[in-house]
Protein backbone atom coordinates (compact mmCIF):
# COMPACT_ATOMS: atom_id res chain seq x y z
CA UNK A 1 0.00 0.00 0.00
CA UNK A 2 1.39 3.44 -1.03
CA UNK A 3 -0.58 6.96 0.57
CA UNK A 4 0.48 9.79 -1.41
CA UNK A 5 -0.32 13.60 -0.18
CA UNK A 6 -1.80 15.88 -3.07
CA UNK A 7 -2.07 19.49 -3.00
CA UNK A 8 -4.76 20.31 -5.05
CA UNK A 9 -5.68 24.23 -5.80
CA UNK A 10 -7.96 24.33 -9.25
CA UNK A 11 -10.53 22.31 -10.24
CA UNK A 12 -8.02 21.84 -13.65
CA UNK A 13 -6.13 19.92 -11.11
CA UNK A 14 -8.79 18.03 -9.47
CA UNK A 15 -10.05 16.64 -12.85
CA UNK A 16 -6.61 15.73 -13.68
CA UNK A 17 -6.05 13.94 -10.51
CA UNK A 18 -9.82 12.42 -10.70
CA UNK A 19 -9.15 11.16 -14.67
CA UNK A 20 -5.62 9.52 -14.01
CA UNK A 21 -7.58 7.02 -11.30
CA UNK A 22 -9.97 6.24 -14.04
CA UNK A 23 -12.93 8.15 -12.81
CA UNK A 24 -15.84 8.52 -15.16
CA UNK A 25 -16.50 12.32 -16.98
CA UNK A 26 -19.67 12.35 -15.00
CA UNK A 27 -17.99 11.76 -11.63
CA UNK A 28 -14.93 14.19 -12.01
CA UNK A 29 -17.88 16.57 -13.19
CA UNK A 30 -19.11 15.65 -9.94
CA UNK A 31 -16.23 15.04 -7.39
CA UNK A 32 -13.78 18.16 -8.61
CA UNK A 33 -15.54 20.94 -7.03
CA UNK A 34 -15.60 18.66 -3.64
CA UNK A 35 -11.91 18.48 -4.34
CA UNK A 36 -11.06 21.89 -4.01
CA UNK A 37 -10.38 23.86 -0.60
CA UNK A 38 -11.21 27.46 -0.22
CA UNK A 39 -11.20 29.60 3.06
CA UNK A 40 -12.51 33.53 3.21
CA UNK A 41 -12.30 36.31 6.13
CA UNK A 42 -15.72 37.79 6.09
CA UNK A 43 -15.60 41.20 8.10
CA UNK A 44 -18.04 43.33 10.01
CA UNK A 45 -21.20 41.42 10.38
CA UNK A 46 -23.81 40.88 13.06
CA UNK A 47 -23.59 37.52 15.14
CA UNK A 48 -26.65 36.33 14.39
CA UNK A 49 -25.76 36.37 10.33
CA UNK A 50 -22.41 34.92 11.38
CA UNK A 51 -23.92 32.26 13.12
CA UNK A 52 -26.81 31.26 10.50
CA UNK A 53 -23.90 31.14 8.08
CA UNK A 54 -22.11 28.47 10.75
CA UNK A 55 -25.23 26.55 10.57
CA UNK A 56 -25.53 26.06 7.56
CA UNK A 57 -21.97 25.11 6.86
CA UNK A 58 -22.42 22.21 9.53
CA UNK A 59 -25.78 21.21 7.47
CA UNK A 60 -22.99 21.20 4.50
CA UNK A 61 -20.26 18.95 6.54
CA UNK A 62 -17.78 21.97 7.39
CA UNK A 63 -17.72 24.86 9.41
CA UNK A 64 -16.99 28.73 10.49
CA UNK A 65 -14.57 30.19 13.06
CA UNK A 66 -15.89 32.94 15.24
CA UNK A 67 -15.61 34.64 18.37
CA UNK A 68 -17.30 33.08 21.15
CA UNK A 69 -18.85 36.23 22.76
CA UNK A 70 -20.74 35.74 18.97
CA UNK A 71 -22.49 32.87 19.96
CA UNK A 72 -23.93 34.10 22.44
CA UNK A 73 -23.99 38.27 22.32
CA UNK A 74 -25.51 40.58 19.58
CA UNK A 75 -22.44 41.93 18.45
CA UNK A 76 -20.11 43.13 15.17
CA UNK A 77 -17.98 39.97 14.77
CA UNK A 78 -15.49 38.50 12.14
CA UNK A 79 -15.84 35.02 11.02
CA UNK A 80 -13.38 32.82 8.62
CA UNK A 81 -15.42 30.28 6.81
CA UNK A 82 -13.82 26.97 4.75
CA UNK A 83 -14.70 24.21 3.10
CA UNK A 84 -14.42 22.13 -0.33
CA UNK A 85 -15.64 24.70 -3.47
CA UNK A 86 -18.92 22.64 -3.97
CA UNK A 87 -19.84 23.27 -0.51
CA UNK A 88 -19.38 27.51 -0.90
CA UNK A 89 -21.09 26.89 -3.50
CA UNK A 90 -24.18 25.26 -1.67
CA UNK A 91 -23.91 27.92 1.15
CA UNK A 92 -24.15 30.54 -1.69
CA UNK A 93 -27.61 28.74 -2.61
CA UNK A 94 -28.98 28.94 0.36
CA UNK A 95 -27.74 32.96 1.54
CA UNK A 96 -29.22 34.07 -1.53
CA UNK A 97 -32.81 34.38 -0.31
CA UNK A 98 -31.71 35.33 3.20
CA UNK A 99 -32.76 38.95 4.14
CA UNK A 100 -29.47 41.77 4.84
CA UNK A 101 -26.14 41.52 3.97
CA UNK A 102 -26.70 37.11 3.85
CA UNK A 103 -28.08 38.03 0.57
CA UNK A 104 -24.79 40.71 -0.69
CA UNK A 105 -22.23 37.96 1.28
CA UNK A 106 -24.21 35.38 -1.22
CA UNK A 107 -23.71 37.26 -4.14
CA UNK A 108 -20.28 38.71 -3.23
CA UNK A 109 -18.71 35.39 -2.50
CA UNK A 110 -20.49 33.48 -5.22
CA UNK A 111 -18.71 36.07 -7.63
CA UNK A 112 -15.12 35.86 -5.89
CA UNK A 113 -15.40 31.90 -6.26
CA UNK A 114 -16.08 32.05 -10.23
CA UNK A 115 -12.83 34.68 -10.07
CA UNK A 116 -10.81 32.24 -7.94
CA UNK A 117 -11.09 29.52 -10.30
CA UNK A 118 -10.89 31.40 -13.05
CA UNK A 119 -7.93 30.19 -15.58
CA UNK A 120 -7.71 31.85 -18.40
CA UNK A 121 -8.71 35.62 -19.62
CA UNK A 122 -9.75 37.77 -22.67
CA UNK A 123 -7.74 41.18 -22.81
CA UNK A 124 -9.05 43.92 -25.63
CA UNK A 125 -7.12 46.71 -26.42
CA UNK A 126 -7.98 48.35 -29.48
CA UNK A 127 -8.37 46.08 -32.83
CA UNK A 128 -6.67 43.00 -30.30
CA UNK A 129 -8.04 40.02 -28.56
CA UNK A 130 -5.68 38.43 -26.66
CA UNK A 131 -6.28 35.02 -24.55
CA UNK A 132 -4.17 35.06 -21.84
CA UNK A 133 -3.72 31.40 -20.85
CA UNK A 134 -0.24 31.64 -19.19
CA UNK A 135 1.90 34.28 -17.68
CA UNK A 136 2.90 37.13 -20.45
CA UNK A 137 6.34 39.00 -20.55
CA UNK A 138 5.94 42.52 -21.05
CA UNK A 139 9.78 44.62 -21.60
CA UNK A 140 10.14 48.44 -20.67
CA UNK A 141 11.27 50.60 -23.24
CA UNK A 142 12.17 53.93 -21.33
CA UNK A 143 12.94 57.40 -22.71
CA UNK A 144 14.71 58.70 -19.89
CA UNK A 145 17.69 59.98 -18.98
CA UNK A 146 16.99 59.28 -15.35
CA UNK A 147 15.21 55.99 -15.29
CA UNK A 148 16.21 54.38 -11.33
CA UNK A 149 17.68 51.05 -13.31
CA UNK A 150 19.82 52.88 -15.74
CA UNK A 151 18.61 51.76 -18.90
CA UNK A 152 16.86 54.92 -20.56
CA UNK A 153 17.46 54.59 -24.03
CA UNK A 154 17.06 58.82 -24.38
CA UNK A 155 20.87 58.79 -22.59
CA UNK A 156 22.31 56.12 -24.62
CA UNK A 157 20.82 57.22 -27.98
CA UNK A 158 24.06 60.01 -28.87
CA UNK A 159 25.14 59.47 -32.07
CA UNK A 160 22.50 56.76 -33.76
CA UNK A 161 18.84 57.70 -33.96
CA UNK A 162 16.47 57.17 -30.75
CA UNK A 163 14.10 55.21 -32.64
CA UNK A 164 16.88 53.01 -34.19
CA UNK A 165 17.99 52.22 -31.30
CA UNK A 166 14.26 51.50 -29.60
CA UNK A 167 13.25 49.29 -32.84
CA UNK A 168 16.49 47.07 -32.03
CA UNK A 169 15.74 46.80 -28.55
CA UNK A 170 11.91 45.55 -29.20
CA UNK A 171 13.07 43.67 -31.99
CA UNK A 172 15.58 41.66 -29.27
CA UNK A 173 12.57 41.70 -27.02
CA UNK A 174 10.09 40.39 -29.23
CA UNK A 175 12.63 37.55 -30.33
CA UNK A 176 12.99 36.46 -26.59
CA UNK A 177 9.10 36.17 -26.06
CA UNK A 178 7.88 39.46 -24.67
CA UNK A 179 4.41 39.47 -26.18
CA UNK A 180 3.96 43.28 -24.76
CA UNK A 181 5.95 46.17 -24.98
CA UNK A 182 5.54 49.01 -22.13
CA UNK A 183 7.41 52.71 -23.37
CA UNK A 184 7.43 55.55 -20.88
CA UNK A 185 9.47 59.06 -21.17
CA UNK A 186 9.13 60.14 -17.70
CA UNK A 187 10.48 58.92 -14.80
CA UNK A 188 8.33 58.01 -11.94
CA UNK A 189 11.26 56.50 -9.99
CA UNK A 190 11.08 57.94 -5.98
CA UNK A 191 11.48 61.94 -6.01
CA UNK A 192 11.65 61.88 -9.78
CA UNK A 193 10.39 65.28 -11.48
CA UNK A 194 7.75 65.37 -13.80
CA UNK A 195 8.48 66.40 -17.41
CA UNK A 196 6.82 69.04 -19.47
CA UNK A 197 4.25 67.54 -21.78
CA UNK A 198 5.28 69.01 -24.95
CA UNK A 199 8.91 67.04 -24.38
CA UNK A 200 7.29 63.82 -23.22
CA UNK A 201 5.27 63.94 -26.20
CA UNK A 202 8.12 65.19 -28.34
CA UNK A 203 10.21 61.76 -27.39
CA UNK A 204 7.09 59.28 -27.49
CA UNK A 205 5.43 60.07 -30.52
CA UNK A 206 8.15 59.44 -32.97
CA UNK A 207 9.14 56.36 -31.30
CA UNK A 208 5.65 54.67 -31.04
CA UNK A 209 4.53 55.75 -34.45
CA UNK A 210 7.87 53.81 -35.80
CA UNK A 211 7.42 51.15 -33.41
CA UNK A 212 3.84 50.70 -34.77
CA UNK A 213 4.49 50.43 -37.85
CA UNK A 214 7.25 48.09 -37.63
CA UNK A 215 5.24 45.69 -35.28
CA UNK A 216 1.76 45.24 -36.16
CA UNK A 217 0.85 42.66 -33.62
CA UNK A 218 3.03 42.97 -30.54
CA UNK A 219 0.76 44.77 -27.78
CA UNK A 220 2.02 48.38 -27.41
CA UNK A 221 1.21 50.62 -23.90
CA UNK A 222 2.35 53.86 -23.22
CA UNK A 223 3.70 54.73 -19.60
CA UNK A 224 1.51 58.09 -18.69
CA UNK A 225 -0.95 59.83 -16.36
CA UNK A 226 -1.19 62.53 -18.86
CA UNK A 227 -4.30 63.53 -20.82
CA UNK A 228 -2.62 65.08 -23.70
CA UNK A 229 0.25 62.10 -23.97
CA UNK A 230 -2.33 59.63 -23.78
CA UNK A 231 -3.98 61.73 -26.96
CA UNK A 232 -0.90 61.67 -28.79
CA UNK A 233 0.09 58.06 -28.53
CA UNK A 234 -3.44 57.27 -29.18
CA UNK A 235 -3.15 58.61 -31.95
CA UNK A 236 0.11 57.05 -33.38
CA UNK A 237 -1.38 53.36 -32.41
CA UNK A 238 -1.40 52.37 -28.85
CA UNK A 239 -3.01 49.68 -27.74
CA UNK A 240 -3.00 50.06 -23.89
CA UNK A 241 -2.74 53.13 -21.75
CA UNK A 242 -0.50 51.81 -18.22
CA UNK A 243 -1.65 54.95 -16.24
CA UNK A 244 0.60 55.12 -12.51
CA UNK A 245 -2.77 57.00 -11.21
CA UNK A 246 -5.88 54.64 -12.22
CA UNK A 247 -7.03 57.45 -14.20
CA UNK A 248 -6.93 60.20 -10.92
CA UNK A 249 -4.73 62.45 -12.19
CA UNK A 250 -6.64 62.85 -15.49
CA UNK A 251 -10.03 61.43 -15.79
CA UNK A 252 -10.41 62.54 -19.43
CA UNK A 253 -8.19 59.48 -20.81
CA UNK A 254 -11.62 57.43 -19.95
CA UNK A 255 -12.71 59.03 -23.21
CA UNK A 256 -9.54 58.21 -24.99
CA UNK A 257 -10.52 54.61 -23.85
CA UNK A 258 -13.75 54.82 -24.70
CA UNK A 259 -12.75 55.91 -27.99
CA UNK A 260 -10.19 53.71 -29.05
CA UNK A 261 -11.34 50.74 -27.30
CA UNK A 262 -8.25 50.72 -25.63
CA UNK A 263 -7.23 48.59 -23.01
CA UNK A 264 -6.19 50.32 -19.22
CA UNK A 265 -4.06 49.37 -16.44
CA UNK A 266 -4.89 51.07 -13.12
CA UNK A 267 -1.84 50.93 -10.80
CA UNK A 268 -2.28 51.48 -6.98
CA UNK A 269 -0.10 54.73 -5.58
CA UNK A 270 0.29 56.34 -2.45
CA UNK A 271 1.10 59.87 -2.91
CA UNK A 272 2.48 60.59 -5.80
CA UNK A 273 6.42 59.46 -7.23
CA UNK A 274 7.77 62.74 -5.63
CA UNK A 275 6.48 62.21 -2.32
CA UNK A 276 5.54 58.00 -2.39
CA UNK A 277 8.29 57.26 0.00
CA UNK A 278 8.23 59.40 2.65
CA UNK A 279 7.34 57.42 5.27
CA UNK A 280 4.16 55.39 3.78
CA UNK A 281 1.98 53.58 6.27
CA UNK A 282 -0.82 50.92 5.61
CA UNK A 283 -2.64 48.91 8.65
CA UNK A 284 -3.03 46.10 6.06
CA UNK A 285 -1.40 47.27 3.19
CA UNK A 286 -3.02 44.02 0.04
CA UNK A 287 -6.32 45.08 1.75
CA UNK A 288 -6.39 48.91 1.27
CA UNK A 289 -5.14 48.50 -2.19
CA UNK A 290 -8.45 45.82 -2.56
CA UNK A 291 -10.32 48.62 -1.84
CA UNK A 292 -8.92 51.36 -3.51
CA UNK A 293 -9.04 48.64 -6.98
CA UNK A 294 -12.70 48.09 -6.16
CA UNK A 295 -13.41 52.51 -6.22
CA UNK A 296 -11.15 52.29 -9.63
CA UNK A 297 -12.96 49.99 -11.15
CA UNK A 298 -16.24 50.83 -10.15
CA UNK A 299 -15.85 54.00 -12.06
CA UNK A 300 -14.79 52.40 -15.39
CA UNK A 301 -18.05 50.11 -14.89
CA UNK A 302 -19.71 53.60 -14.26
CA UNK A 303 -18.53 54.19 -17.68
CA UNK A 304 -19.35 51.11 -19.62
CA UNK A 305 -15.51 50.05 -19.90
CA UNK A 306 -15.32 46.45 -21.07
CA UNK A 307 -14.04 44.84 -18.04
CA UNK A 308 -12.11 42.78 -20.72
CA UNK A 309 -9.78 46.37 -21.66
CA UNK A 310 -8.60 46.48 -17.88
CA UNK A 311 -5.91 45.18 -15.74
CA UNK A 312 -4.61 45.87 -12.39
CA UNK A 313 -1.32 46.16 -11.03
CA UNK A 314 -1.07 46.57 -7.23
CA UNK A 315 2.11 49.15 -7.42
CA UNK A 316 5.33 47.45 -6.25
CA UNK A 317 7.71 50.06 -4.72
CA UNK A 318 5.11 52.48 -5.58
CA UNK A 319 4.49 54.59 -1.95
CA UNK A 320 5.45 50.76 -0.04
CA UNK A 321 8.23 50.30 1.87
CA UNK A 322 10.07 46.56 1.31
CA UNK A 323 7.74 44.65 3.79
CA UNK A 324 5.19 46.15 1.67
CA UNK A 325 6.23 44.71 -1.37
CA UNK A 326 6.91 41.18 0.33
CA UNK A 327 3.54 41.09 1.70
CA UNK A 328 1.50 41.84 -1.61
CA UNK A 329 3.69 40.13 -4.25
CA UNK A 330 2.71 36.36 -1.16
CA UNK A 331 -1.22 37.81 -1.36
CA UNK A 332 -1.57 38.49 -4.74
CA UNK A 333 -4.13 35.94 -4.91
CA UNK A 334 -6.21 38.32 -3.14
CA UNK A 335 -6.20 40.18 -6.10
CA UNK A 336 -7.55 37.40 -8.21
CA UNK A 337 -11.12 38.33 -6.75
CA UNK A 338 -11.84 41.03 -9.53
CA UNK A 339 -11.25 38.19 -11.95
CA UNK A 340 -8.68 40.66 -13.74
CA UNK A 341 -5.47 40.02 -15.28
CA UNK A 342 -2.82 41.13 -12.99
CA UNK A 343 0.18 43.37 -14.43
CA UNK A 344 3.09 44.06 -12.22
CA UNK A 345 6.52 45.34 -12.15
CA UNK A 346 9.06 44.11 -10.14
CA UNK A 347 12.09 44.33 -12.21
CA UNK A 348 15.53 45.76 -10.52
CA UNK A 349 13.32 46.93 -7.58
CA UNK A 350 14.75 48.51 -4.32
CA UNK A 351 12.75 45.99 -2.36
CA UNK A 352 15.01 43.31 -4.08
CA UNK A 353 18.11 44.93 -3.61
CA UNK A 354 17.25 45.55 0.23
CA UNK A 355 16.81 41.68 0.74
CA UNK A 356 19.93 40.66 -1.28
CA UNK A 357 22.20 43.42 -1.10
CA UNK A 358 22.69 44.09 -4.47
CA UNK A 359 22.53 46.96 -6.41
CA UNK A 360 20.02 48.06 -9.26
CA UNK A 361 22.88 46.72 -12.08
CA UNK A 362 22.90 43.16 -9.95
CA UNK A 363 19.32 42.36 -9.24
CA UNK A 364 18.20 40.40 -11.96
CA UNK A 365 18.15 37.03 -10.19
CA UNK A 366 16.55 38.41 -7.42
CA UNK A 367 14.00 39.79 -10.34
CA UNK A 368 13.62 36.10 -11.55
CA UNK A 369 12.93 34.72 -7.91
CA UNK A 370 9.85 38.13 -7.24
CA UNK A 371 8.69 36.93 -10.82
CA UNK A 372 8.30 33.22 -10.01
CA UNK A 373 6.72 33.51 -6.94
CA UNK A 374 4.50 36.45 -8.09
CA UNK A 375 3.19 34.19 -11.09
CA UNK A 376 2.64 31.32 -8.35
CA UNK A 377 0.16 34.05 -6.27
CA UNK A 378 -1.64 34.77 -9.41
CA UNK A 379 0.28 37.19 -11.86
CA UNK A 380 -0.65 37.01 -15.37
CA UNK A 381 1.53 39.78 -16.41
CA UNK A 382 5.35 40.34 -15.61
CA UNK A 383 6.86 43.69 -16.67
CA UNK A 384 10.68 43.92 -16.60
CA UNK A 385 13.41 44.46 -18.39
CA UNK A 386 15.30 41.23 -18.66
CA UNK A 387 12.80 39.72 -21.19
CA UNK A 388 14.93 36.45 -22.34
CA UNK A 389 15.92 35.87 -19.01
CA UNK A 390 12.74 36.08 -16.90
CA UNK A 391 11.15 34.18 -20.03
CA UNK A 392 12.70 31.32 -19.64
CA UNK A 393 12.30 31.17 -16.19
CA UNK A 394 8.52 31.12 -16.02
CA UNK A 395 8.70 28.60 -18.82
CA UNK A 396 10.50 26.06 -16.88
CA UNK A 397 8.36 26.84 -13.51
CA UNK A 398 5.09 26.09 -15.76
CA UNK A 399 6.61 23.10 -16.84
CA UNK A 400 7.06 21.84 -13.39
CA UNK A 401 3.59 22.69 -12.18
CA UNK A 402 1.88 21.46 -15.65
CA UNK A 403 3.65 18.27 -15.43
Not at 6 to 20: F, Q, V
Not at 228 to 253: C, F, H, Q
Request: a positive charge; one cysteine or more.
Amino acid sequence: MIITPLIIENKKTAKDLLSSVGVSQEGIDILSPKCVYCAFKIEGIKSWEANIIKQHLLSLGSDSAIERRALVKSIKTDTIIFGSLAQLQKLCEKLKNQPFTLKEISQSLSLYLDNLAKQEFILKARNKTIKIKKPIICGIINLTTDSFSGDGLLARARGCKLQDLVLRKIEEMAADGAAMIDIGAESSRPYSKPIMEKEEIARLTPVIRAARKRFKEILISVDTYKLNVARAAAGEGVDIINDITALRKSPGIINLIKKHKLGVILMHMKKSPQTMQVNPKYKKVTEEIVDFFKERISVLNKEKINPQQILIDPGIGFGKIAKDNLKIINELYKFKIFGLPIFIGLSRKSFIGKIIDKDVSDRLYGTIASGVVAVLRGANILRVHDVKENKQALDLAASIINN
